[in-house]
T-cell receptor, first 113, second 111 residues
Framework: KQEVTQIPAALSVPEGENLVLNCSFT??????LQWFRQDPGKGLTSLLL?????REQTSGRLNASLDKSSGRSTLYIAASQPGDSATYLC????????????FGKGTKLTVNP | SQTIHQWPATLVQPVGSPLSLECTVE??????LYWYRQAAGRGLQLLFY??????ISSEVPQNLSASRPQDWQFILSSKKLLLSDSGFYLC??????????FGQGTRLTVV
């Protein structure tokens, strides 16, 4: 059974700092991995999707990497801003084209001005 | 472009009352559709998913059911709500193995 863990559960940083959020998964046979952002009381916003054959994806100040063999992904946020404050979730889709996404519990990020 | 609509945004219902939450998707055909529940400290729990009209897979035994009467429509229902059904319900869609997109969620409080 696939399990996804995100560490730390919460993170507080000053504005401008570069930071890394971690995601680990127990079964390396994944099809893809997706990072989401969730603002309080809102739905999930997709940030980045990494296919299993890819090592990283970039969008603006965000860079996500994937090391499938070790069961790890990181989300790097450069020059953090107060508007980046949110909960960040990662989810993996099982290999073989499974319809299911398995989520971690998320990292709650607070960027202080 | 594709859009997903979910309503209502908030709902307060008494114990024992029925429930119907609706989710619709525009701009895509034959999407996979999902219902998730998010409870504090427990993360996102997959409740149901559907790969086509009338095709529903249930992930956990519970007081809820789902239906997909149209390709673009996914409904979450209950005949009698329990206190434990309270939570934040999220609908999502994706093509078979690609990126997943979520609605804005429904906050359900059972009192």
């Amino acid at each position: 059974k696939q399990e996804v863990t995100q560490i730390p559960a919460a993170l507080s940083v000053p504005e401008g700092e570069n930071l890394v959020l971690n995601c680990s998964f127990t079964d390396s046979a994944i099809y893809n991995l997706q990072w989401f952002r969730q603002d309080p009381g809102k739905g999930l916003t997709s940030l980045l999707l990494i296919q299993s054959s890819q090592r990283e994806q970039t969008s603006g100040r965000l860079n996500a990497s994937l090391d499938k063999s070790s069961g790890r992904s990181t989300l790097y946020i450069a020059a953090s801003q107060p508007g980046d404050s949110a909960t960040y979730l990662c989810a993996v889709r099982k290999g073989g084209g499974s319809e299911k996404l398995v989520f971690g519990k998320g990292t709650k990020l607070t960027v202080n001005p | 472009s594709q859009t997903i609509h979910q309503w209502p945004a908030t709902l307060v219902q008494p114990v024992g009352s029925p429930l119907s939450l609706e989710c619709t998707v525009e701009g895509t055909s034959n999407p996979n559709l999902y219902w998730y529940r998010q409870a504090a400290g427990r993360g996102l729990q997959l409740l149901f998913y559907s790969v086509g009209i009338g095709q529903i897979s249930s992930e956990v035994p519970q007081n809820l059911s789902a239906s997909r009467p149209q390709d673009w429509q996914f409904i979450l229902s209950s005949k009698k709500l329990l206190l434990s059904d309270s939570g934040f319900y999220l609908c999502a869609w994706s093509t078979t193995v690609a990126e997943a997109f979520f609605g804005q969620g429904t906050r359900l409080t059972v009192v």
